[in-house]
């Protein structure tokens, strides 16, 4: 199970952070990833990281702003964010799959509620 918390509504540039609490499985095989969906638009990748290495992929919409790390120890998922856009305003979501593809939606199995983020100008 995936619980995102964290989303708000900030003003352009601000930060705002992120989280994901894993629970109720070992995700250590898994790749976790943060998606993104504004209305009327179709869900999108935002960022991954290996659960077990640390290696992270970012879309390059939010490369230099955004940055995905977890806790193992607290099985947390993180996605600071930085430098926000009035663009960056979605509905944020978790997610997990097993490797090697982390950027496409549908391969994710489990996924979070989402967390609402607006970011205004």
């Known amino acids: 199970q995936l619980q995102a918390s964290g989303g708000g509504l900030v003003q352009a540039g601000d930060t705002l952070r992120l989280s994901c609490a894993a629970s109720g499985r070992t995700f250590s095989s898994y790749i976790l990833g943060w998606f993104r969906q504004a209305p009327g638009k179709e869900r999108e990748f935002v960022a991954s990281i290996n659960w077990s290495a640390g290696v992270a992929y970012y879309a390059d919409s939010v490369k230099g702003r955004f940055t995905i790390s977890r806790t193992k120890a607290a099985n947390t998922l993180y996605l600071q964010m930085n430098s926000l856009k009035p663009e960056d305003t979605a509905v944020y979501y978790c997610?997990?799959?097993?490797?090697?593809?982390?950027?496409?939606?549908?391969?994710?199995?489990?996924w979070g509620q989402g967390t609402q983020v607006t970011v205004s100008s």
């Open positions: 997610a997990a799959t097993l490797p090697p593809c982390v950027t496409v939606a549908a391969v994710y199995e489990h």
